[in-house]
């Protein structure tokens, strides 16, 4: 079994910046894409950045040029830099990341616990 464990949110006022981690575990997978996502107080989840196994990514419109997504393969980890804060970017975040077992060749897709990031003064 594949887990994910987020670890980086708090509180950090307007302007300020977080930088969130994830780390996959378990044993014998493989990791395809790996993303965050962010459900914030009465709205839906939604998807913030995500980044693919040849390193290509993609941003929710609200976070370009502010937030920025990266992934260490050899270390089962995605990162988001969280830059420029602001009030709406408080929710919380969870880490999400699909792949498949290399013995049998199962896919696999788990989510992490979720951290609280919250941006306030």
């Known amino acids: 079994q594949v887990q994910l464990v987020e670890s980086g949110g708090g509180l950090v006022q307007p302007g300020g910046s977080l930088r969130l981690s994830c780390v996959a575990s378990?044993?014998?997978?493989?990791?395809?894409?790996m993303g965050w996502y962010r459900q914030a107080p009465g709205k839906q989840r939604e998807l913030v950045a995500a980044?693919?196994?040849?390193?290509?990514?993609n941003y929710a419109d609200s976070v370009k040029g502010r937030f920025t997504i990266s992934r260490d393969n050899a270390k089962n980890t995605v990162y988001l830099q969280m830059n420029s804060l602001k009030p709406e970017d408080t929710a919380v975040y969870y880490c999400?990341?699909?792949?498949?077992?290399?013995?049998?060749?199962?896919?696999?897709?788990?989510w992490g616990q979720g951290t609280q990031v919250t941006v306030s003064s």
């Open positions: 378990g044993s014998t997978f493989s990791i395809n894409a």
């Open positions: 999400n990341a699909d792949g498949y077992y290399r013995t049998s060749y199962g896919t696999w897709d788990r």
């Open positions: 980044i693919r196994s040849g390193g290509s990514t």
